[in-house]
């Protein structure tokens, strides 16, 4: 596994029925999730888009999920927005910098903390019509145009970061230094 450095900008919890997830100044993962957010578990039931039928019980493969500030960046000036995009407005709960093409982490990759916690990447995580709609109500363009959420969708795709698992428990802080380890497939034969 290549390895890099980043750093934890902020990490949340999301508690309500909507998407919004609320900085907290550190989290406790236990192999269940973040304790206390709403997509903590060892299963989940499919929604709308998933990859099975809706109601079906899977795997919980969605116990986190996070994004960069470059790539939050990227979005913005692609958008040509008037203000800068923040964390709260993605639904994400970690918020990271320093890792170019967060998004593209494969599948086995990890983010390892001071603590020892350590969360592996699952899958991309694609853009979510009810953030497109969040942010169209809050944001504007430069030039005073609003935004539409197909405008949304087609500049997030494959920049809406990366979704995942705790694999080992332990603390996570904002502010805490991260080893990335890019996962590599081995060399067969």
Not at 42 to 50: I, K, L, N, Q
Request: charged letters at 30%; aromatic letters at 8%.
């Amino acid at each position: 596994m290549k390895e890099q450095k980043a750093t934890l900008i902020s990490v949340s919890i999301g508690f309500g029925e909507d998407m919004a997830k609320h900085v907290r100044e550190y989290v406790m993962a236990d192999l269940e999730g973040f304790v206390d957010d709403k997509h903590r578990g060892f299963s989940r039931v499919c929604y709308e888009g998933d990859t099975e039928p809706v109601g079906t019980v899977r795997r919980n493969n969605r116990q986190w999920s996070g994004m960069s500030q470059e790539e939050v960046r990227e979005i913005e000036e692609a958008l040509n927005l008037d203000q800068r995009l923040l964390p709260g407005d993605f639904g994400v709960n970690v918020f990271v910098e320093g890792i170019k093409d967060f998004s593209k982490l494969p599948k086995g990759s990890k983010l390892v903390f001071p603590s020892g916690a350590v969360l592996v990447v699952e899958d991309f995580n694609p853009p979510c019509t009810h953030i497109a709609d969040k942010i169209v109500s809050l944001y504007r363009t430069r030039s005073g145009t609003p935004l539409t959420r197909r405008q949304f969708l087609i500049e997030a795709k494959r920049k809406r970061g990366v979704l995942g698992v705790v694999d080992v428990p332990g603390k996570i802080c904002s502010g805490d230094l991260i080893d990335v380890k890019r996962y590599k497939s081995p060399k067969l034969g």
